[in-house]
């Protein structure tokens, strides 16, 4: 069993950056490959980026490549997602899930936290 928390959500400016933390216990994340989804209002679950179990492979959804950064500390089990040049539509409830499967990315995340929530103001 493992359970995620995220944090770092809230209210930002477009154009600027945000960090979210996805905390982790139960289980060493070097177990799990480790993914961001977003939800936006009425509208369906995106992946915004995922890390492999040993770190060296990494995805960035298409609505955000070259602007995410996803890291993995498998000492402190925490996840960090870094979203740069922020737009209105980056708006959404961020989640943090976990997968065992030992193939990347995973097609089933095992493990989700509860989300927080990002409002990007224009």
């Known amino acids: 069993q493992v359970h995620l928390e995220e944090s770092g959500g809230g209210l930002v400016q477009a154009g600027g950056s945000l960090r979210l933390a996805c905390a982790t216990s139960g289980r060493t994340l070097s177990d799990y490959s480790m993914a961001w989804f977003r939800q936006a209002p009425g509208k369906g679950r995106e992946q915004v980026a995922a890390?492999?179990?040993?770190?060296?492979?990494?995805y960035e959804g298409p609505s955000v490549e070259g602007r995410v950064t996803i890291s993995k500390d498998n000492v402190a089990n925490t996840v960090i997602l870094q979203l740069n040049n922020l737009k209105p539509t980056d708006t959404a409830v961020y989640y943090c899930?976990?997968?065992?499967?030992?193939?990347?990315?995973?097609?089933?995340?095992?493990?989700w936290g509860r989300g927080t929530q990002v409002t990007v103001a224009s």
């Open positions: 890390i492999s179990r040993n770190n060296l492979n990494t």
């Open positions: 899930a976990a997968g065992r499967s030992r193939y990347f990315p995973p097609e089933t995340y095992d493990y």
